[in-house]
């Protein structure tokens, strides 16, 4: 995601499908802040190349059915390069079910399923990438200021200025709640809730404590 922009994938082999699921797509509002980009792809393999190419996006909704790659396989070739993409799978058929939760799918529908269904699943899912931007936090190491970027890797301090990282925190997190600062210490969704203490530059944040009975699950911890 660049700025405040959500990007969307939409890649289904029907044209009239597609077109149909652009169409519900501009009639959501994205979160207060933002604006959606979308891109059309009628084959996984399309997308895939695009993803070759450096291409990213926040959302990905992907039929499973498809000539070439089919849906399962596009996912993962998302995942080969982005742990982090809301991919939501979309089937005339409950049988690629089991597969798609094994490419951490967010939500699995049925194309004979309600369309408010579909509608209300984006607006879960906006509301995801919108809370992954939020937890670009900002806190100070020492003296300096840095913005903290959340994955389900873990944590990475980088400079606003330049990008260089400062630390990381490599033990994991959660990809849809996220991390808070308060009084200097950041709350982590790590195995619990892991509170850390950031340190003077380029120095690894203390570790202060670790609940695992303060599972956040869905929600974002707030102090």
């Known amino acids: 995601m660049t700025g405040t922009t959500i990007t969307i994938a ?11 699921l652009l169409a519900l797509v501009a009639t959501m509002k994205p979160p207060e802040g933002f604006e959606l980009d979308v891109a059309q792809y009628d084959s996984g393999d399309g997308l895939a190349n695009r993803l070759k190419a450096g291409d990213r996006f926040d959302i990905a909704i992907l ?4 000539p070439g790659m089919d849906g399962i396989e596009t996912a993962r070739s998302i995942r080969a390069v982005d742990a982090d993409t809301v991919i939501i799978c979309l089937t005339n058929s409950p049988e690629y079910a089991i597969q ?11 194309k004979s399923g309600d369309a408010s269904d579909l509608g209300a699943t984006l607006s879960r899912a906006f509301s995801v990438v919108a809370s992954r931007e939020a937890a670009r936090l900002h806190v100070k190491s020492g003296t300096t200021t840095h913005v903290l970027l959340q994955s389900s890797k873990g944590l990475v301090a980088v400079e606003p200025a330049t990008g260089r990282i400062v630390w990381q925190y490599t033990d994991g997190a959660s990809t849809i709640p996220s991390a808070t600062v308060s009084d200097g210490v950041v709350y982590v969704p790590s195995r619990g809730i892991t509170a850390l203490q950031p340190k003077p530059d380029g120095q690894s944040p203390e570790q202060l404590w670790r609940s695992g009975q303060l599972g956040p699950a869905t929600a974002s911890p707030v102090v």
């Not at 939409?10 to 149909?20: F, N, T």
């Open 10 to 20: 939409l890649c289904d082999d029907d044209d009239d499908l597609r077109a149909e």
């Open 63 to 66: 039929d499973m059915m498809m």
């Open 100 to 110: 798609s939760y094994r490419v951490d799918a967010f939500d699995y529908l049925l």
